[in-house]
């Protein structure tokens, strides 16, 4: 069985600050997702990162897949409240297309 | 691109009755759909994985009577709470999986259904 590890589970900070959400495994996956979830809506798709190593940046969020395709990180750079939500990681490459979530990244920024 | 959309977004009904959610890829083609049920705060449960043409398959705890899902085409699954009961109430999310590729990994996400028995 995968397990994808996300950490911290909870995360207050105040805008303007930067801040980086994790993603760990012992397990290999094909593809690493993550979303961000509002409350009351389903997630939405932030970016998909499939190359070991691969880096992508999204505005100020900047994701990175490990060498070994075991591990991410999403970092935030100068935090706002619009980025407030729960953010997911997701690994693919489960049986049936099946995607393995981490516990997800409750985040608050505050004004 | 890759919209998908749930129908309704809440339902409130008594205990005993059905409720039928629909879930539609609106522009994309989807041989892959996934239900999930999601708690407060909490990530997302996966509850089963539903092929077009065939039967779903549903993850160890989940009642396959009485949550029944139906995929009659690659932009359509249905999920039906049976007897629903004050239990089942909880916020449903499904997704569809495009059909091939490196992409099929990637799951594009419905609103979700907020369902409260009574």
């Known amino acids: 069985t995968q397990l994808l590890e996300q950490s911290p589970q909870f995360l207050s900070i105040q805008e303007g600050e930067n801040l980086t959400v994790y993603c760990n495994s012992s397990s290999v996956f094909s593809s690493l997702q993550w979303y961000r979830q509002e409350p009351g809506e389903g997630p939405v798709l932030l970016v998909t990162v499939v190359t070991g190593g691969e880096v992508k940046k999204l505005k100020r969020l900047t994701f990175q897949f490990g060498d070994a395709r075991k591990d991410s990180s999403l970092h935030i750079t100068a935090a706002q409240p619009g980025d407030t939500g729960l953010y997911l990681c997701a690994g693919g490459g489960g049986s049936n297309y099946k995607l393995t979530f981490g516990k997800g990244t409750l985040l608050t920024v505050n004004p | ?118």
């Open chain 2, 1 to 118: 691109g890759a919209v998908v959309s749930q129908h309704p977004s809440w339902v409130i009904c008594k205990s005993g009755t059905s409720v039928k959610i629909e879930c539609r890829s609106l522009d994309f083609q989807a041989t892959t759909m996934f239900w999930y049920r999601q708690f407060p705060k909490q990530s997302l449960m996966l509850m089963a994985t539903s092929n077009e043409g065939s039967k779903a398959t549903y993850e160890q705890g989940v009642e396959k009577d009485k949550f029944l899902i139906n995929h009659a085409s690659l932009t359509l699954s249905t999920l039906t709470v049976t007897s629903a009961h004050p239990e089942d109430s909880s916020f449903y999310i499904c997704s569809a999986s495009p059909a091939a590729g490196k992409t099929a990994d990637t799951q594009y996400f419905g609103p979700g259904t907020r369902l409260t028995v009574l």
